[in-house]
């Protein structure tokens, strides 16, 4: 199997386990008409006023960020490429009485299947362009969706947090590329990043870290102009095996020596 094919199968049999684990909370969702995911709630400061904006949530997963993003406002497309995400994510906005549309597709096909400089705001990130083998064609796919003077929003995992290896029993240690590789990192895990309430079969992923340098070249080779880098201390999900604390945000950062390295980025760029 390719690695296209290997990430899909991994992800179709997480997503319906990742509905039910209490971690991603999807009843808060429909009991509350006001909740937002943990993400978003992070966002908000630095999205600002996204009401009225018609947006494309690239790498949706589940849905609860393009859930979130809706309740702000803004009018909402999830695209994803399982269909076991795709579905959880329509389930989960008709629970919470939200009118989002999703739409199945590789990302690298996304501006074949989506209109064209359609969209005012373009978000992503969380987990997502570490699945992805090329950072330039996913810049390109990103620059079609935008309308000229459209945003892009993504915060991801820091390329040097994926660069770390996750046993931190003896300290921080690279041991992974911190640059955009051509062959992938293969990972064999048996679980996931969640409480889940089932062993999976399929337990190899590929995946590939991109630096910032490149993420960077890559959006201004497409015609982007970059609005915002900020680095932050902490990052949503329990990302190394010891030596984290977790906040009352739901943010995961390091016990001790948080000033040594970054966990997450924030990135905004305008199409000019
Ligand atoms: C870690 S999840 C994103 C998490 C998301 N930020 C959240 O917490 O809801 C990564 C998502 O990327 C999707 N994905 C991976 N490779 C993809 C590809 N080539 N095209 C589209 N979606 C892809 C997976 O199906 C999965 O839903």
Excluded at 6 to 25: K, M, Q, T
Excluded at 209 to 220: D, F, K, P
Excluded at 233 to 245: F, I, R, T
Aim: net charge negative.
């Amino acid at each position: 199997m390719d690695s296209f094919a290997i990430n899909l199968a991994n992800w179709d049999e997480r997503a319906p386990a990742h509905a039910r684990s209490a971690d991603y909370g999807l009843a808060k969702f429909a009991a509350d008409p006001g909740h937002l995911s943990e993400v978003v709630r992070f966002d908000q400061p630095r999205l600002g006023d996204i009401a009225g904006l018609r947006g494309v949530h690239l790498q949706c997963h589940i849905g609860t960020d393009t859930v979130s993003l809706a309740r702000l406002g803004a009018r909402m497309t999830g695209l994803d490429f399982s269909p076991a995400a795709v579905a959880e994510a329509a389930r989960l906005a008709e629970a919470a009485g939200v009118t989002a549309d999703f739409v199945q597709s590789d990302l690298y096909a996304a501006a074949d299947v989506l209109p064209n400089e359609a969209y005012d705001l373009v978000f992503t990130g969380i987990g997502a362009l570490c699945w992805l083998p090329d950072i330039r064609r996913w810049a390109a796919v990103v620059a079609r969706l935008l309308k000229p003077g459209g945003r892009l929003f993504l915060r991801e995992g820091h390329p040097m947090l994926w660069a770390l290896h996750e046993d931190t029993a003896d300290g921080l240690r690279v041991a992974y590329p911190y640059f955009e590789t051509p062959e992938p990192l293969v990972s064999d895990e048996p679980g996931t990043y969640v409480d889940a309430d089932r062993e999976f079969t399929h337990t190899v992923s590929h995946s590939w870290n991109h630096g910032l340098g490149e993420l960077v070249t890559a959006l201004l080779a497409e015609g982007l102009r970059i609005t915002m880098l900020v680095e932050h201390d902490s990052v949503p999900w329990k990302a190394l095996d010891q030596g984290m604390v977790e906040d009352e945000r739901g943010e995961w950062r390091l016990a001790e020596h948080r000033e040594r390295v970054p966990l997450t980025y924030t990135l905004q760029a305008v199409k000019e």
